[in-house]
């Protein structure tokens, strides 16, 4: 049974970090990212809750959860008091999965579904800062006190529900394709972080990197093309590229993470995602 504790002010309880796998572009790998750095986080101790963001719901799938009737979609607008007619009576316990990788290693989940595609057109006539839904849910539940790692999986679009996962995020993390067509996708998102700190609604989320994933070694122009977007990305850390690497698409099938697997042709992904683990901590605490 989930329970809540109240934040006892006396004791130093560690903030826990929300991080967020974005980019506009689709098929880039948020999810894969996603689900395995959460999983590197478990396997250190961590305790790890994944947030699934994207009304495609793939991140909730590789947990093996079925889709069910309610999920964070209600838990959103029941956290919305102007949308009183739309609440359900639907809780965070009954939302919440805990779910147990291996033995050992403990992922909880806030799954998505299909109604989160209809949350901008749901939210779009309230009076109050339709951009700080998430932000404000993710503080009513202390759900910082509650875990050291929150990881967000982003949907590939632009609008209210990107918005809102980043303005509830610490940092953001970018997958992307290096090739020519990826700068535009990086972007347009890095307009959104621009817009949102001009705002100054809430405090900006801090650039936690650039993944290139997919990086194809067997293309002559692969490494010009990388090299020339590192270029553009400025000052921001960009992380060691994952190539085209069939144990993704073996893992994923099962349901997996690289770290479930002892064999030695994963043990080169593990240390990429603990790698990331490591920077993402740094870069969160600098
Ligand atoms: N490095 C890789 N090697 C092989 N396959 C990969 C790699 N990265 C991702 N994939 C595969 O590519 C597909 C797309 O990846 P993923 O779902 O993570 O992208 P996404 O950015 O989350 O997509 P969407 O925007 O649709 O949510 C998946 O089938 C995944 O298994
Ligand atoms: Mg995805």
Do not use: W
Request: hydrophobic share 40%.
């Amino acid at each position: 049974m989930f329970s809540f504790f109240k934040p006892n002010q006396t004791t130093q309880t560690p903030q826990g970090k929300v991080i967020a796998l974005m980019n506009q572009k689709g098929g880039v790998g948020k999810t894969t990212m996603a689900f395995n750095l959460a999983h590197a986080f478990a396997h250190q101790g961590k305790k790890v809750l994944c947030l699934d963001m994207d009304p495609q719901a793939n991140f909730t799938s590789l947990f093996d959860v079925e889709a069910s009737d309610y999920h964070i979609h209600h838990l959103l607008i029941n956290s919305v008091k102007e949308l009183k007619a739309l609440h359900t009576s639907v809780l965070l316990q009954d939302v919440l999965v805990k779910t147990e990788q291996e033995e050992g290693v403990q992922i909880d989940l806030l799954p998505a579904g299909q109604e989160l595609s209809g949350f901008e057109l749901t939210v779009a006539g309230i009076n109050g800062a339709r951009q700080l839904i998430l932000k404000k849910f993710i503080e009513k539940y202390e759900l910082r006190s509650q875990y050291d790692v929150i990881v967000i999986d982003g949907p590939p679009t632009l609008g209210l529900l990107v918005v809102n996962i980043l303005c509830a995020t610490d940092g953001v993390l970018y997958p992307f394709v290096p090739d020519r067509f990826s700068e535009q996708g990086l972007k347009n998102i890095q307009q959104v972080v621009s817009d949102i700190a001009e705002m100054e609604i809430t405090s900006t989320p801090k650039n936690l990197g650039y993944i290139p994933n997919l990086f194809d070694i067997r293309r002559k122009q692969a490494s010009s093309d990388l090299t020339h977007i590192k270029e553009t990305l400025g000052e921001a850390t960009v992380y060691e590229a994952f190539t085209n690497k069939v144990q993704f698409g073996k893992s994923l099938a099962q349901r997996k993470s690289v770290f479930q697997f002892k064999s030695t042709e994963y043990k080169d992904l593990q240390r990429q995602f603990v790698q990331m683990t490591e920077t993402v901590n740094k870069e969160l605490h600098s």
